[in-house]
């Protein structure tokens, strides 16, 4: 079945992890180190003219009208997803199969989370799912739909907008993982009402902590997450509603000015190095073409790019028989690899009240035993990645 075209792991022993950052590092040391010299000589650490400057030049990038700086893409949810309208009586649907933060920005909200099984070609939120639950959910007074770009690729806009039309809902785009990914000619954080972004230090745009934004083209709406994030003040001392200390500050933002510069080279390798795998899982005799279930003799399944999305490749997913099995050979033989994710949300014991069970939403739950990401950062090189698929195709060799 498997064949012997790559080098066997046996050989090669060298670890390969998951992500590197250090890589990323050296090769941004000198500009880093301007930018955090910068912010030292002014003192400026919160708010101020470098704040601005990031806020400006990421609105610029995404082609919206703002950007707002928060202290985290939890934040940045949560926030998006008050100035939006979400709030007690009112729900939000979105996907169960994402980070935790997806549904409890909802519940910090006071609003009901509705959630609505996955595409799984994609394993991204299905919009037939979720207009399904919008109509079930009618009484409880839909405010928003929160559709995940998992992994870097956008969830199917076309038909989201059409949902929002029809339902008069707003979209708030959770894209903590999709800095620069696009749907059409148009980029993740400008597809919906508002959007949220992590710059958590393990993402494709990262800061050196916690950091992340929300981005819009309604000013209005800016300008209240601009408040909501500062205390519920535009005026010091003065406060207007009850807002929170939400707030990026003038290191991480310095930080994210040197990164957002490269962007798309980071990006583009990404994609270069996700066409890669492709090639080697295939070559490897891994994968059947078009497969979404995976068994014996097709064990990796290849997640779908759509046609009209721009991948960024944040993680690198695929379905993998025996996951758990394969998982911990990849260990034993130096190779990182991470479950996103483990328990679909509605599985959660903390969200036990919202009354799912188990069977509910069979396609997050099947993703939620299959899913594997596999290593994946621009500096990743072609040999750790001929190392990891040899180590795959030796697994299932056995
Ligand atoms: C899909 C998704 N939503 C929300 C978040 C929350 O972002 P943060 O960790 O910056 O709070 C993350 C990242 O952790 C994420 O991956």
């Known amino acids: ?224 997450v601009r408040r909501l994030r500062n205390h519920g003040s535009r005026q010091r001392y003065y406060h207007e509603e009850i807002g929170w200390n939400s707030r990026l500050d003038a290191i991480q933002a310095g930080v994210l000015r040197v990164k957002l510069k490269h962007i798309d080279d980071w990006n583009q390798q990404r994609r270069m190095l996700a066409c890669r795998y492709h090639g080697l899982l295939v070559n490897a005799g891994l994968v059947q073409a078009g497969a979404q279930s995976v068994e014996s003799r097709a064990p990796i399944a290849l997640l779908s790019s759509l046609p009209e999305a721009y991948h960024i490749y944040h993680q690198y997913v695929v379905r993998a028989w025996r996951r758990d099995e394969l998982r911990s050979f990849l260990a034993g033989q130096g190779i990182g690899t991470e479950v996103y994710y483990p328990v679909p949300l509605h599985l959660q014991e903390c969200f036990a009240y919202l009354g799912y069970r188990a069977g509910d939403l069979p396609e997050s739950e099947r993703a939620a035993k299959e899913a594997l990401a596999l290593p994946m950062f621009p500096e990743l090189r072609e040999d750790e990645q001929q190392r990891v698929a040899a180590a795959i195709a030796e697994f299932y060799s056995r």
């Open 1 to 224: 079945m498997l064949s012997n075209s790559l080098p066997s792991a046996a050989v090669q022993r060298e670890p390969v992890p998951m992500l590197d950052l250090t890589r990323q590092y050296e090769s941004i040391r000198d500009e880093v180190q301007a930018a955090l010299e910068r912010v030292l000589t002014t003192q400026h650490f919160i708010g101020g003219a470098e704040l601005e400057s990031f806020e400006r030049e990421s609105a610029e990038y995404l082609e919206v009208r703002a950007s707002v700086g928060c202290a985290s893409g939890t934040d940045a949810l949560w926030l998006a997803l008050l100035a939006a309208g979400a709030g007690p009586d009112t729900s939000v649907v979105t996907t169960p199969f994402s980070f935790f933060a997806t549904v409890s920005s909802i519940v910090r909200c006071g609003a009901t989370p509705v959630l609505a099984d996955i595409d799984p070609a994609t394993l991204n939120l299905d919009p037939h799912g979720a207009a399904a639950a919008l109509k079930r959910a009618r009484s409880h007074k839909v405010r928003a739909v929160m559709p995940v770009h998992l992994y870097g690729q956008c969830a199917n806009m076309d038909e989201f907008d059409w949902l929002a039309q029809e339902h008069k809902v707003a979209i708030v785009e959770d894209a903590a993982q999709a800095f620069g990914a696009k749907w059409r000619d148009r980029k993740a954080g400008a597809l919906g009402t508002a959007a949220g972004f992590s710059f958590y230090p393990t993402k494709n745009l990262s800061a050196y902590g916690d950091a992340g934004c929300v981005t819009t083209s309604d000013e209005e709406l800016a300008a209240h």
